[in-house]
């Protein structure tokens, strides 16, 4: 089922975020808006009007309390990118004010009606703070919106979830139908799920140290990030960011008391 990773300590949440310059930001959307859960555009992110590229300010600097952190895994997500957009991903040390670059990418927009971009490093990388900046001139708003970022490392278990795992979707659709029998449904919402259904976590490493520490993260009503496969080429469709509901026991699945067997499922927040 390939290699499954869940990302729970989020280092957006409480690090320093900012932009450019105060100019490179919409009133009361300033960078810092994404550390909050909500994904909404009303609390995101967003540039100044005309803010579409690097030289026009469409640039966050995210530097975490800690210095030298582990990061694994980016993400934007509700995000109004375009398909066209280019998204650069670059960490960086301090070096006492003479910042030198430790990695950088660029990676395409979103897929159409997906509203997120995400990139997994090739391995554990150590930095001091990461920035990311986008070029979308094309974008019709005229302006870059950025709810919700990931940025972080990655619980990779020793073994990844069983065919036993699930996907869909959940919505509200209004229907209203005549007396005739014609029907007018209004779609209201929609949310990508996944179900990740672990059957072997080991009962001394795994499960206290990531595993219950997910669970209690889940509880708090923070937001899960949900990779089914890091090897996949479809990971920017299949990864959710959202809240997490996780089976309220665990079990010894496989009759040892080595290995735990839970499950949890992520619900896409919108």
Known sequence: MGVTAIGYENYVQDAVIAANSVDDTAVGLDPDQIANDQGSPQYAWQTAAGGLTLATGALITITPNTPAQTWRAV?????????????????????N??????Y???VAG??????QVVHILPSDTTADFL????EDAGNPDNHINVPLVYGGPLWIPEYGRTFRSTFGRIDRTDQQQTLGGQEFP?????????????????????????????????????NILA?????????????VFGQMRTSDQKTYGLRTVAR???????????
């Open 75 to 95: 993400g934007l997500f509700r995000s109004n990118l375009t398909p066209a957009a280019s998204v650069n991903i670059a960490l960086w040390n301090d070096n």
């Open 97 to 102: 004010g003479s910042p030198t670059a430790v």
């Open 104 to 106: 950088s990418t660029t």
């Open 110 to 115: 979103p897929a159409s009606s997906y509203q």
């Open 131 to 134: 920035q990311i900046y986008v």
């Open 186 to 222: 209004a779609h209201r919402w929609a949310k990508r799920t996944i179900t990740l259904d672990f059957d072997s976590t080991s009962a001394s490493t795994e499960l206290w140290q990531d595993a219950m520490e997910i669970d209690r993260i889940a509880r708090l009503g923070g």
């Open 227 to 239: 990779i089914p496969n890091i090897e996949s080429t479809n990971v920017t469709y299949e990864t």
């Open 260 to 270: 735990i067997a839970w499950n949890a499922t992520v619900t896409e927040r919108i």
